[in-house]
């Protein structure tokens, strides 16, 4: 079956400090690979995605690359911003599967 | 609406009382998903609506739980005799295409959270 695997957190970072959430994944098929965020209040809403092998997504100053070879789809962004802080989630939809499995999220927390 | 609307948006409760959560859709969605989001896990799959097609019920963890979708817009979540490891965030999506493996894009509600005492 599909599985996501999430760096746990919760994450703490100063401003303009570099991130990373690590997110490893187990899927049938070539699934496609996706970074939802949750901010404060709202509902979750795509941040990025990719849809095959050696894609970048990228949205916000976020990027994350699609590695085949190591099933991972890490998060990155060179400097955060207390408006960062959220839930970050990894997610997947590979196959004949309709919905998309998530990870367990991770909580990001920016200081100023 | 512009967006995903679910009501009520809290939700507490006593042990083995029924209860029902609402979502509307945005507006020419064909394709509706509820998900529970318990403190600590990822978002576990409960039901995905499709247009006219039969339901995908596969994540509903028991048959205390079922869901409808009237006139292919508005669901309602339903819930009987709860029980505290009910108590979660229960959130609806959207999609304006359910059939396409890239399609990815959900758009999500709020969230109804429910508190079972």
């Known amino acids: 079956g599909n599985s996501v695997t999430q760096m746990e957190g919760p994450v703490t970072l100063s401003e303009e400090a570099f991130l990373t959430i690590n997110c490893t994944y187990t899927a049938t098929g070539y699934p496609s690979l996706f970074w939802y965020v949750q901010y404060p209040g709202e509902g979750l809403q795509l941040l990025l995605k990719?849809?095959?092998?050696?894609d970048k997504g990228s949205n916000k100053g976020f990027e994350a690359t699609y590695r085949k070879e190591t099933t991972s789809f890490h998060l990155e962004k060179g400097s955060v911003q207390v408006s960062d802080s959220a839930v970050y989630f990894c997610a997947l939809i590979s196959g004949s599967a309709r919905q998309l499995t998530f990870g367990s999220g991770t909580q990001l927390t920016v200081l100023p | 609406g512009a967006g995903v609307s679910q009501s009520p948006s809290n939700k507490v409760t006593e042990k083995g009382k029924d209860v029902e959560l609402r979502c509307d859709p945005i507006s020419g969605h064909t394709a509706l998903y509820w998900y529970r989001q318990s403190l600590g896990q990822g978002l576990e799959f409960l039901i995905y609506?499709?247009?006219?097609?039969?339901?995908?019920k596969s994540g509903l963890p028991s048959d205390r739980f079922s869901a409808e979708r009237t006139g292919g817009s508005v669901s309602t979540l339903t819930i009987q005799r709860t029980q505290q490891e009910d108590s979660a965030v229960y959130l609806c999506?959207?999609?304006?295409?359910?059939?396409?493996?890239?399609?990815?894009?959900?758009?999500f509600g709020e969230g109804s959270r429910l508190t079972v005492l």
């Open positions: 609506f499709q247009g006219n097609s039969a339901p995908d």
């Open positions: 990719a849809t095959k092998a050696d």
């Open positions: 999506a959207s999609s304006s295409s359910g059939t396409s493996a890239v399609a990815g894009e959900l758009f």
